[in-house]
């Protein structure tokens, strides 16, 4: 692990589940940086022009598919760098997948808490849907909302599993009023990290 920290957070859940939503809660409630992976990948996109690596990355995320993770990780550790030492850190939307956890482990470290977002997956659609009309991100299209909810699907089991096996996960139902489910969350924070 290139620097131990003292707390870290990582926020995972389906597409639409509320992992921005409520990172960024945590992040305001505790003084924590934030950090949105997606975010992180669709800035680099915008700053890199006419790249070859970055344009394909480019087309993978419209598609709704997963970006390499070796470049993911990398951006994940670029920005954890520019955060003194001391600040906690909320991380939302990493890992997508097990072999992503293993390697932030081997190369970054074992998060404090993982945050489970669990919702039905009717829900996410709905979410998404209505978002899509309001802002529209170049990934809020049908055909990429559908793999984004089917990567996420058939990576969240053996995921969860991961995380559950070493006691760092906690699951909330993320079917409910924002602030029900961060009121859930903060009490789960206080009491595992402070
Ligand atoms: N909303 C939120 N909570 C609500 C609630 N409790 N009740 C009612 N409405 C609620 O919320 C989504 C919408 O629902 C919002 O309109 C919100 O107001 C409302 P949000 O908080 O935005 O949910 P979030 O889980 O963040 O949804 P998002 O669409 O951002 O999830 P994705 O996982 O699709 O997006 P992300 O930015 O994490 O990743 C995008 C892409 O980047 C991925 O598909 C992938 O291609 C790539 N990526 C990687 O390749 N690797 C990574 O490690 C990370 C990303
Ligand atoms: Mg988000």
Redesign the pocket.
């Known amino acids: 692990p290139t620097r131990p920290r003292p707390k870290i957070i990582l ?1 995972i ?12 809660k945590i992040a305001e409630r505790y003084g924590f940086q934030y950090i ?7 800035k680099k996109i915008h700053s890199t022009s006419s790249n070859r690596k970055w344009s394909l ?1 480019a087309k ?2 419209t ?7 070796e470049t ?1 990780i990398t951006e ?1 550790k670029q920005k954890l760098m520019q955060i003194p030492d001391e600040e906690g850190i909320v991380i ?5 997948d097990v072999a ?1 956890a293993l390697s932030f482990e081997d190369q970054i470290c074992t998060p404090d808490l993982v945050v489970f ?1 669990a ?1 039905a997956n009717q ?2 659609k709905e ?2 849907l ?2 899509a009309e ?2 529209g ?1 170049p ?2 299209n049908l055909k ?2 559908q ?2 909810l089917m ?2 699907k058939q990576n969240a089991a053996p995921l969860v599993k991961y995380f559950q096996e070493k006691g760092l996960i906690m699951t909330f139902d ?8 961060f009121y859930d969350i903060s009490m789960a924070v206080d009491s595992k990290l402070f």
């Open positions: 926020v859940g389906g597409p639409g589940s509320g992992k921005g939503t409520q990172s960024l949105s992976v997606g975010e992180l990948l669709r990355i993978i995320i598609n709704g598919e997963l970006a390499p993770q993911t994940i939302d939307g990493f890992p997508r992503q977002l919702c829900r996410l979410r998404l209505k978002r309001q802002q991100r990934d809020d990429a909302t793999r984004r990567n996420f993320a079917d409910r009023d924002e602030d029900e489910v």
